[in-house]
């Protein structure tokens, strides 16, 4: 039973470009949602993170989207560098518990 | 301001046979988080100490333990090893401050190999 699900497991941009992530999930009581990257031989870094109480948060060329009606959000990256090129991670959570992660998505920015 | 530190990097264990994997948190965090990471998927809970208390765990059997200590370093073992065992564990540790933003900071990560 997979509660956050990343159905993309690779994603290919040209660098300048526009990344889109996107990632759904299940549960209706998560109030966290977080991005994270992960390069190879590394752990994961935390990116960016919005609440439930809202639909978009921003971070210089990271954007956050949420839509709870849908329970999707996405993660936008403009403009997409090679240095962008990761494993990034969907992750919820509850009341501060557990992190729940989706299985990821290989970011390839070619120059 | 160091960050979070785990050992050993790589280790190569038998099927049946314990292991301990150990992590830094850190300077400051008091709650330390340990995750599997197989191949080809997301990081998975596994629990977490707070304050030296088991404070919340995923669904791993009883073979799989911690500690947490006072100056909130921490221990994962795990009894009678098996095959699937194999993964990266990864440690995290987090501000109290920041608890319910499910915020994490990563070690790089402990790569187990059962044989």
């Known amino acids: 039973d997979q509660q956050v699900k990343q159905n993309s497991p690779s994603l290919s941009v040209q660098e300048g470009r526009i990344s889109i992530l996107n990632c759904d999930y299940t549960n209706s009581m998560f109030d966290y949602f977080l991005w994270y990257k992960k390069y190879p031989a590394e752990g994961p870094t935390f990116l960016i993170s919005?609440?439930?109480?809202?639909d978009k948060n921003e971070d210089g060329r990271f954007t956050v989207f949420l839509n709870k009606s849908a329970k999707h959000l996405s993660l936008h990256i403009v403009p997409s560098q090679p240095g962008d090129s990761a494993v990034y991670f969907c992750?919820?959570?509850?009341?501060?518990?557990?992190?729940?992660f989706g299985k990821g998505t290989t970011l390839s920015v070619s120059s | 301001e160091t960050g979070v530190t785990q050992s050993p990097t790589h280790l190569i264990k038998t099927r049946g046979q314990q292991v301990t994997l150990r992590c830094s948190s850190q300077?400051?965090?008091?709650?330390v988080s340990w995750y599997q990471q197989a191949l080809g998927q997301g990081p998975q809970f596994i629990f977490q100490y707070y304050r030296e208390e088991e404070n919340g765990r995923g669904n791993f059997p009883p073979r799989f333990s911690g500690l947490q200590f006072p100056n909130y370093s921490s221990e994962l073992n795990v009894n009678a090893l098996e095959l699937d065992d194999s993964a990266l564990y990864l440690c995290?540790?987090?501000?109290?401050?920041?608890?319910?933003?499910?915020?994490?900071?990563f070690g790089e990560g402990s790569r187990l190999t059962v044989l």
């Open positions: 995290a540790s987090s501000l109290e401050a920041r608890k319910g933003t499910g915020e994490l900071f």
């Open positions: 919005i609440s439930s109480i809202k």
């Open positions: 992750a919820a959570s509850r009341r501060g518990t557990a992190l729940i």
């Open positions: 300077s400051g965090h008091n709650t």
